[in-house]
Nanobody, 120 residues
Framework: QVQLVESGGGLVQPGGSLRLSCTIP????????MGWYRQAPGKQRELVAV??????????DYADSVKGRFTISRDNAKNTMYLQMNSLKPEDTAVYYC???????????WGQGTQVTVSS
């Protein structure tokens, strides 16, 4: 069983910043599409940001609600993905989950989730 290790969540004031990390102990990490999702209380899980595999160019995409504030990146040498979150708003409060997907081999893994709370 592959276990993704997330870190970086916490409590921050509106306008503040946090950086989430997700490390996944798999071979061929660079071939996975990586994504961050979040789920707020009473709401469905939603995609926040995604970064494609190295073979697909490492293209990034974001939910409209976080464009210009969040940045997704990956370090293939460290098997780690990041989410830099700036100008945080109370509506960003949620549990954030990382996802690793390797479609060609039907592999899909999820992290345990990390709480992000934006409040004064």
């Amino acid at each position: 069983q592959v276990q993704l290790v997330e870190s970086g969540g916490g409590l921050v004031q509106p306008g503040g910043s946090l950086r989430l990390s997700c490390t996944i102990p798999v071979t061929f990490f660079s071939l996975y599409t990586m994504g961050w999702y979040r789920q707020a209380p009473g709401k469905q899980r939603e995609l926040v940001a995604v970064i494609t595999s190295i073979t697909s160019g490492g293209i990034t995409d974001y939910a409209d609600s976080v464009k210009g504030r969040f940045t997704i990146s990956r370090d293939n040498a460290k098997n780690t993905m990041y989410l830099q979150m700036n100008s945080l708003k109370p509506e960003d409060t949620a549990v954030y989950y990382c996802n690793a997907n390797y479609r060609a081999r039907a592999l899909d893994y999820w992290g345990q989730g990390t709480q992000v709370t934006v409040s004064s």
